[in-house]
């Protein structure tokens, strides 16, 4: 089993920054790692995935204000939020996969979530 442990959550003002990180308990081959979030009464979305290979996928609405990185030796994903909006707000959740991460994260290994609040 992997536990994926998750730093960073805070309240921030709107157009503030932020910056999560996730560890990977051991060292297994985790090609996908990326967050996820979940807002009260919305379903979880993905927000932004990488593979080992460095490819990044990131949701249209956080396109050009968040940035994904990782370090393959560490087995650790960060996720750079800057110019942050209140719709912003919500718990993220890291995930990693061995092969993919799709929209529902299925067969992922999560992390306990970690909340942002940004304020208007």
């Known amino acids: 089993q992997v536990q994926l442990v998750e730093s960073g959550g805070d309240l921030v003002q709107a157009g503030g920054s932020l910056r999560l990180s996730c560890a990977a308990s051991?060292?297994?081959?985790?090609?996908?790692m990326g967050w996820y979030r979940q807002a009260p009464g919305k379903q979880r979305e993905l927000v932004a995935s990488?593979?080992?290979?460095?490819?990044?996928k990131y949701a249209d609405s956080v396109k050009g204000r968040f940035t994904i990185t990782r370090d393959n030796a560490r087995n650790t994903v960060a996720l750079q939020m800057n110019s942050l909006k209140p719709e912003d707000t919500a718990v993220y959740y890291c995930a990693a996969h061995q092969w993919a991460l799709g929209p529902e994260g299925t067969g992922a290994y999560w992390g306990q979530g970690t909340q942002v609040t940004v304020s208007s």
């Open positions: 051991r060292s297994i081959f985790l090609n996908a």
């Open positions: 990488i593979t080992a290979g460095g490819s990044t």
